[in-house]
């Protein structure tokens, strides 16, 4: 199966900084990625679309201004929480399809204090 | 847009015991049905699919049941163990802005009880 990374794995910030978190397709290109963001005990809800060469999507409700995406190369994707604040501290995913599948990286756990 | 309603959101159970986890969905252009298992802190896990031109899908233990008319599809695991407990997410593909996107329903937490 392909190979999704993602970088880093967990990471403890300060109320109003910036953190960024990478997504990276191993074994295959992605010219499109996905962001998710799960709560505890919720289920994954999908932030935006990241998209080699162009803007990326986003969906109803999500501050393009306060996640700040961008999809670098065919196999890279990053999203970045700016001013980052306690409320979102969460689990982020990112994944990317190849055919009908997706394939997950293994998250990022924010915690901000 | 697409929208996936899961039932139940708990599920205890025996083990050895069958556990069975039905999803609606509303698009009816929606083709691909994935189901994801999901341990604590980890990636949500590929367990089985189906597309919309079967209407059953077994592997081993696990199976999946698909209703186009009706818009819904269930999770079938029989002779449960406790390395099933964990959370189970079914999903639908959609097609929007461009993209085919995931939607996920809620999720189904199982508890399998030796």
């Known amino acids: 199966g392909a190979v999704v990374s993602q970088h880093p794995s967990r990471v403890i910030c300060k109320s109003g900084t910036s953190v960024k978190i990478e997504c990276r397709s191993l074994d295959f290109q992605a010219t499109t990625m996905f962001w998710y963001r799960q709560f505890p005990k919720q289920s994954l809800m999908l932030m935006a679309t990241s998209n080699e060469g162009s803007k990326a999507t986003y969906e109803q409700g999500v501050e393009k201004d306060k996640f700040l995406i961008n999809h670098a190369s065919l196999t890279l994707s990053t999203l970045t929480v700016t001013s980052a604040h306690p409320e979102d501290s969460s689990f982020y995913i990112c994944?990317?399809?190849?055919?009908?599948?997706?394939?997950f990286g293994p998250g990022t756990r924010l915690t901000v204090l | 847009g697409e929208n996936v309603e899961q039932h139940p959101s708990t599920l205890s159970v025996q083990e050895g015991d069958s556990a069975v986890i039905k999803c609606t969905y509303s698009?009816?252009?929606?083709?691909?049905f994935p189901w994801y298992k999901q341990e604590l802190g980890k990636r949500p896990q590929l367990i089985i699919d189906?597309?919309?031109?079967?209407g059953e899908k077994k592997d081993q233990r696990i199976a999946v049941t698909l209703n186009k008319t009706a818009k819904h599809f269930s999770l079938h695991i029989t002779e449960t163990q406790p390395e099933d407990s964990a959370v189970y997410f079914c999903?639908?593909?959609?097609?929007?802005?461009?993209?085919?996107?995931?939607?996920f329903g809620a999720g189904t937490r199982l508890a399998v009880h030796p």
């Open positions: 698009d009816s252009a929606s083709n691909y």
């Open positions: 999903a639908a593909i959609a097609f929007s802005g461009g993209y085919n996107k995931l939607i």
């Open positions: 189906i597309r919309s031109n079967v």
């Open positions: 994944s990317a399809p190849r055919g009908d599948e997706q394939f």
